[in-house]
């Protein structure tokens, strides 16, 4: 989807939060955990999983997008690509109906961003099987 | 007429911030309380986060607290054994050091250092973590912040206070019999009979009650002020100071109500 600011924002608003799992800049990774706690954070406490098989899980979702070795990474110490892969691994393992990326520009400002998230959609075989991009319309040109 | 408007007015805008800060605190209370006695509530992961905030309140500085427990017991056991053989109160001085320092002093100096070191900390981090969304990004992966960062901060603090305070205690009557008797097994049996004699049951549950407080005060009351911040960076440090303020306050009046209750 392709709007300005304004509506993007209320379209933002109208999504239900319950299937809908989100990346935006407005959903920060808990600073004080590393890429793999943060993602780990959701089936330990929604799923009520065994810490250790929580951590295999958020590392092997890491694995699979490329990533392996963010996982002790702090949000601080990571790249801008690094930050959006962690929010994408944690929203993944969420595992909702709907997947929505939001505004990625101001999350990944300093790559060919639309490449980007192609690329790493190519390397998730489970979840929601088309990612959303809720993005400027200014930018609409970035994508073809 | 105006200046009494204005009066009125700002004692009005004041009494009603109070109170607003006062209900936000109980409010936020009652929550922990009702997410404490849910069963779901202790899972692995939050015994596991429990013992982790333990281990930072009161193991890391385990050391350091020991030793300013030696210090400040040692000199006020020695003040107090000179004050009472000057005064021809010697039998008594065991008693005095006990309910002066065991049971008054050393439970509000360690709330005082846990409030410094970690009651400081959580209200900064927990006045961030709103600044900068991480509660929403948590409420949105339906993590409760509540179970998940603030309950098990509260566990931690009160186990942490009531830990340090029984560790300390033991040090200061260990401490207390050296500077008594010396290293002679003599003084064994009038030293531990006049523990017996303060220690009955009605005291050690006064004071494991004002420890419990005192961990409450020294975790809950920076957290409730971590959550009043508004969303603006340069108010983190205006949450501290208020958050801070109100410790030092509530520790104040629960040793005061202690006493209180006790000797009035």
């Known amino acids: ?3 300005d600011a304004k509506a993007l924002a209320d379209a933002i608003q109208d999504v239900s939060a319950e299937t809908v799992a989100c990346v935006s800049p407005d959903l920060p990774l808990r600073a004080n955990l590393s890429a793999r706690e ?9 799923k009520s999983r065994r810490a250790a098989e929580a951590s295999q899980q958020a590392q092997a979702l890491l694995d699979k997008l490329g990533y392996a070795s963010i996982g002790d990474k702090r949000d601080p110490d990571m790249t801008p690509a690094e930050r959006f892969v962690a929010k994408i691994a944690r929203a993944l393992i969420l595992n909702r109906q709907r997947l929505i990326i939001e505004r990625p520009g101001s999350m990944l400002y300093d790559i060919p961003y639309p490449a980007f998230l192609r690329e790493l959609s190519k390397r998730i075989d489970e979840g929601p099987a088309r990612w959303e991009v809720f993005d400027f319309e200014w930018n609409k040109i970035l994508y073809s | 007429m105006d200046l009494i408007i204005n009066l009125v007015e700002r004692t009005g805008a004041k009494a009603l911030a109070w109170w607003s800060s ?3 605190v109980l409010s936020f209370l009652g929550e922990a309380f009702a997410t404490l006695a849910m069963p779901a509530t202790w899972n692995r992961a939050t015994l596991d986060t429990i013992i982790k905030q333990i281990y930072f309140t009161a193991v ?3 050391h350091v607290y020991l030793i300013y427990v030696v210090v400040i017991s040692w000199v006020i056991i020695s003040i107090t054994l000179s004050t009472a053989r000057n005064v021809g109160l010697f039998d008594q001085a065991t008693e005095m050091i006990i309910r ?8 509000f100096l360690t709330a005082l250092l846990i409030a410094l070191r970690s009651g400081s900390a959580i209200n900064t981090e927990v006045a961030l973590m709103k600044v900068y969304n991480e509660l929403d990004a948590l409420a949105h ?6 179970r998940f960062e603030f309950l098990p901060r509260i566990a931690g603090g009160v186990a942490s206070v009531l830990g340090l305070t029984i560790m300390g205690g033991v040090l200061t009557l260990l401490l207390a019999y050296l500077s008594i008797y010396g290293l002679s097994a003599s003084g064994l049996y009038p030293f531990a009979t006049t523990i017996a004699s303060v220690f009955n049951m009605k005291v050690l549950l006064g004071l494991a009650v004002k420890c419990g407080f005192f961990g409450l005060a020294v975790t809950a009351l920076p957290i409730a002020a971590g959550l009043e911040t508004p969303k603006k960076p340069f108010m983190v440090p205006v949450s501290v100071l208020r958050g ?6 509530a520790l104040v009046l629960i040793e005061v109500l202690s006493l209180a209750l006790k000797y009035i």
């Open chain 2, 100 to 107: 002066v320092l065991v049971l008054e002093l050393l439970p």
């Open chain 1, 38 to 46: 943060n993602i780990a954070l959701i089936p330990l406490y929604q």
């Open chain 1, 1 to 3: 989807m392709f709007a």
């Open chain 2, 141 to 146: 992966c339906k993590v409760e912040p509540m």
């Open chain 2, 22 to 24: 006062i209900y936000s």
């Open chain 2, 244 to 249: 801070m303020m109100r410790v030092f306050l």
């Open chain 2, 60 to 62: 890391q500085i385990l």
